[in-house]
């Protein structure tokens, strides 16, 4: 069993930066590849960006694309989703998850983290 715990979200303005992070415990084989999935209301949630342990990325959404980066701390079991230049379009809960191989999509992975919301707004 693998727990992921989310942080990092918060209230910012547009144009302004947060940094999200998500720290794996428990059973961490399961996490060869981890990454961030992101929900805004009345949406599905859709694959932002997905990174395996070797470093290598799997995924980018076109949409963020040159704003955002993610990284691996494997030392940590962490991942972290680096966000510059948010828009409003960015506003949505952004999820954690982890499982054996990266794909954009939700079925693809086991364990995900509670959600922490992105909230951007003058």
């Known amino acids: 069993e693998v727990q992921l715990a989310e942080s990092g979200g918060g209230l910012v303005q547009p144009g ?11 059973s961490t084989r399961s ?12 949406k ?11 470093g290598g990325i799997a ?3 076109d949409s963020v694309k040159g704003r955002f980066t993610i990284s691996r701390d494997n ?7 680096q966000m510059n230049s948010l828009n409003p379009e960015d506003t949505a809960i952004y999820y954690c998850a ?17 959600g922490t ?6």
């Open 44 to 54: 599905e949630r859709e694959a932002v960006a997905t990174q395996y342990r070797s």
């Open 59 to 61: 995924y980018f959404a």
């Open 75 to 81: 030392a940590k079991n962490t991942v972290y989703l």
């Open 98 to 114: 982890a499982g054996p191989i990266c794909k954009d999509s939700v079925r693809a992975y086991n364990y995900w983290g509670q």
């Open 16 to 26: 302004g930066s947060l940094r999200l992070s998500c720290a794996a415990s428990g």
């Open 117 to 122: 919301q992105v909230t951007v707004s003058s």
């Open 31 to 42: 996490t060869d590849c981890m990454g961030w999935f992101r929900q805004a209301p009345g």
